[in-house]
């Protein structure tokens, strides 16, 4: 099983979430520099070989622009890239990458996968169904799009159809792929028990080989068992996920919120310190940090970097990071109003549980009761099982 369908097998957060990105358009008020000598930004590519190796595809797609199979994997790597870093600016060449076929209506297969992948990621659900509608539809057997289309659809709170599409890749993948991608709108739906048993199952069942497929089933597992309430077991499934990928940026992230949730921020400090780059990290550093009175001038830094790369996002035009600075402001910032207004716009684009979580704690902290009631009502209509959401009894239906 590919990193790239490991990444659209994630349906929490961030997750997918996860990929959280956009494809980012210029500043509205761009820096111009002063002279050529003048460094903008050091990029890590001189320590990392995977991005050498990234800079090089680059270097050779230029050449050959028309080279279907060169530009399909440099999309993929550059996506890569983005989810691994957090930097937006991957997703940019990966569609640079597809630019040939970017505007097409029918463009070949593996184009069209990598299109609606870089659409989800930008939060253009609806058009990432669009493609996966169109290849699916040509291509009726495809595995791959089928668990996109379902990751997608889950994010959307489309639940139903995202369990039909699982259903059709069993005859398609591997059983674990297929326990995976049912459990995760399943356990969004009402069946959060049986949908952690399956799961289980097919882990203790599967062989060892795949330590992508196992890490991806592992961090679902552990997400699941944590929103049933059953802290030892998915601290159990996180330990044991992140043995298998100590630098997954997602599952760092899932992580660290499973400890601030249980007043251990101290050990979320060695997780992050050294993945700043990545705006979900740091975020996570900052409320770790703000918990712990011998970090306050860590604290008060990475609090300042935040504001700035929230305030960057949003002169870029980058809505994809809504649900983040809505904590940023609720927790930090103590801006319960700031933090109800993003967590209103982001919910109406995507709907995980982490979406409802912080609308439901901004809509307490500002006392909007209405809101409050639309949390309660979601999650009687879709049977969501979160220990952590807190529903004050006068607004549950």
């Not at 520099?33 to 797609?61: F, H, I, Q, Y």
């Not at 550059?78 to 870093?85: C, F, N, T």
């Not at 997608?152 to 159809?161: C, D, E, I, N, S």
Request: aromatic share 6%.
């Amino acid at each position: 099983m590919s990193r790239h369908l490991q990444t659209f097998g994630r349906f929490a957060i961030a997750s997918l979430a996860s990929l959280l990105l956009a494809i980012a358009p210029a500043f509205a008020e761009p820096y111009i520099p002063g002279a050529d000598s003048d460094v903008l930004e050091r990029l890590p590519e001189k320590n990392d070989p995977a991005l050498r190796d990234l800079k090089r595809l680059r270097t050779a797609a230029s050449k050959h622009p028309a080279d279907l199979a060169l530009a399909t994997r440099l999309a993929r790597r550059s996506i890569e890239a983005a989810r691994d870093s957090g930097d937006p600016r991957f997703l940019g060449q990966a569609q640079a990458a597809l630019a040939p076929w970017w505007q097409l209506s029918d463009p070949p297969a593996p184009a069209l996968l990598l299109r609606a992948t870089i659409k989800q990621s930008s939060h253009d659900f609806d058009g990432a169904v669009a493609d996966l509608d169109r290849l699916i539809a040509n291509h009726p057997s495809d595995g791959q799009a089928l668990l996109t289309r379902a990751t997608v659809l889950t994010v959307q709170g489309k639940y139903r159809a995202a369990r039909a599409d699982c259903s059709r890749i069993a005859a398609l993948a591997a059983p674990l792929v297929v326990a995976a991608c049912d459990a995760a709108p399943a356990s969004l739906s009402g069946a959060a028990g049986d949908a952690y048993r399956s799961l289980l199952t097919a882990l203790s069942n599967a062989a060892d080989n795949d330590a992508v497929l196992r890490e991806w089933a592992l961090t679902l597992a552990a997400e699941i068992a944590d929103r049933r309430g059953d802290g030892a077991a998915a601290e159990t499934h996180f330990r044991d996920a992140l043995a298998l990928d100590p630098r997954d940026p997602y599952l760092i992230a899932a992580y660290c919120d499973f400890l601030l949730d249980r007043g251990r921020a101290r050990e979320v400090l060695p997780l992050v310190a050294n993945q700043t780059r990545n705006d979900n990290l740091l975020l996570r550093l900052a409320l770790a940090e703000r918990q712990l009175p011998d970090a306050a001038s860590a604290f008060a830094q990475h609090r300042r970097e935040l504001a700035d790369r929230f305030d960057a996002a949003r002169r870029r035009g980058d809505a994809l990071h809504k649900r983040e600075e809505a904590r940023y402001r609720l927790t930090i910032e103590n801006d319960a109003a700031g933090a109800l207004r993003l967590a209103r716009e982001n919910w109406q684009v995507q709907r995980e549980p982490a979406d409802l979580r912080i609308l439901s704690e901004a809509a307490g902290a500002a006392g909007d009761a209405e809101m409050q009631r639309e949390v309660a009502a979601w999650t009687a209509a879709t049977g969501l099982q979160y220990a952590a959401l807190r529903i004050p009894a006068a607004h549950r239906p």
